[in-house]
């Protein structure tokens, strides 16, 4: 799908149920690739990014306990780890620097979330036993 991403690895899932996402869905998950999963590969110095949540169906979603209005269900989401460039909260305040565009990055204690939803709202936020907070913290 772009030089160092695959449609599996934006596809796989641990829940054992279908989750080949629609033609419209597939669409936004090859408008995130490039440049945004591209840009995230570069800011972290092309240090290998393991995806461990890309596109996920509303069903498989919701086994998980995944926000109901989840990016992830759109095809604009990705959770990841990149252990090789640092810690997720290393990740998490890198990209922050250095990303353009993005919707969301959210620093979830054992992984690094990226949002490239078309609003660009640019949230930087870490989420906590109680919630969200704003930044990396």
């Given at each position: 799908m772009s030089?160092?991403?695959t449609y599996a690895e934006l596809t796989i899932t641990s829940v054992r149920k279908d989750n080949t996402p629609p033609p419209v869905v597939l669409q936004n998950i090859e408008s995130i690739l490039s440049p945004g999963c591209e840009e995230i590969k570069k800011a972290l110095d092309l240090?290998?990014?393991l995806i461990n949540s890309g596109y996920r169906s509303p069903e498989i979603n919701k086994a998980i306990g995944g926000s109901k209005n989840?990016?992830?269900?759109l095809g604009y989401a990705v959770d990841f780890i990149s252990p090789k460039y640092g810690t997720p909260i290393q990740v998490a305040e890198r990209l922050s620097q250095t990303l353009k565009k993005f919707d969301q990055i959210?620093?979830?204690g054992t992984w690094v979330?990226?949002?490239?939803?078309p609003r660009n709202r640019k949230q930087v936020l870490t989420k906590t036993k109680d919630g969200y907070v704003k930044g990396i913290v």
């Open positions: 030089p160092n991403f240090k290998p990014v989840s990016a992830h269900c959210i620093y979830e979330h990226v949002s490239f939803d």
